[in-house]
């Protein structure tokens, strides 16, 4: 198994562009998660999917931000305009439902300049 | 989820030395999970601890739930340079989300 896939590894954008990141989970898994890591705030979780469906986007920071599941095998997480504030590495988690020990991607390094 | 802490936040030691970093919530925890992070790495699964006073190894990695379950610790015996990174708790009282603390960052010194 490949593990959970992300692309890009590493993107650097200016601030008011689009930002798009995707995220494969591991086969089999029908919980997938996107957090964000800072310096300051941690590990955050910005929303869960489960069977595809988003369970809890509490964590999304403003309307800014959307995340989408098209299938079980594939999501993304779009920032629409980035900020500079956003810079961070966003990572894609996935999991058994009910068993809820996390595989994280390799992660997305967001530079918003 | 809950919120817990980790203490401490940095941790430099020699090579052989051991270490220890906390795990403290002020809630009783319903599990707790152990990941490390590398440096420019990504979170990996340690370990998982359920019952209460539970203890468990893995080489020279060892895990403690307390009596009380609102807390746990992580200690490791003889650290080696492979040892280097952030260690993460996080409470996996939800059926679905995990709450980190914020890590304690190991540095060893050859």
């Known amino acids: 198994d490949a593990g959970v896939i992300q692309s890009p590894r590493h993107e650097v954008t200016e601030m008011g562009q689009e930002v798009t990141l995707r995220c494969k989970p591991i086969?089999?898994?029908?919980?997938l998660f996107w957090y964000r890591q800072t310096m300051m705030r941690g590990l955050e979780l910005l929303i869960y999917f489960n069977n595809n469906v988003p369970i809890d986007d509490s964590g999304m920071p403003e309307d800014r931000f959307s995340a989408k599941m098209p299938n079980a095998s594939f999501s993304t997480l779009k920032i629409q305009p980035s900020e500079p504030r956003d810079s961070a590495v966003y990572f894609c988690a996935s999991s058994i439902a009910g068993y809820n020990v996390l595989t994280f991607g390799a992660g997305s390094r967001l530079t918003v300049l | 989820g809950q919120q817990v802490m980790q203490i401490p936040q940095y941790q430099h030691v020699q090579e052989g030395e051991d270490f220890t970093t906390y795990c403290n919530s002020s809630?009783?925890?319903?599990?707790i999970q152990w990941y490390k992070q590398r440096p420019g790495g990504h979170p990996v699964f340690l370990i998982q601890l359920v019952k209460s006073g539970e203890v468990k190894k893995q080489k020279r990695l060892t895990f403690q739930f307390g009596e009380a379950k609102k807390n746990s610790s992580l200690h490791i015996t003889a650290t080696q340079t492979t040892d280097v990174g952030t260690y993460f708790c996080?409470?996996?009282?939800?059926?679905?989300?995990?709450?980190f603390g914020k890590g304690t960052l190991l540095t060893v010194n050859p």
């Open positions: 996080a409470d996996g009282g939800s059926n679905y989300k995990l709450t």
């Open positions: 809630t009783t925890l319903s599990n």
């Open positions: 086969s089999g898994h029908n919980s």
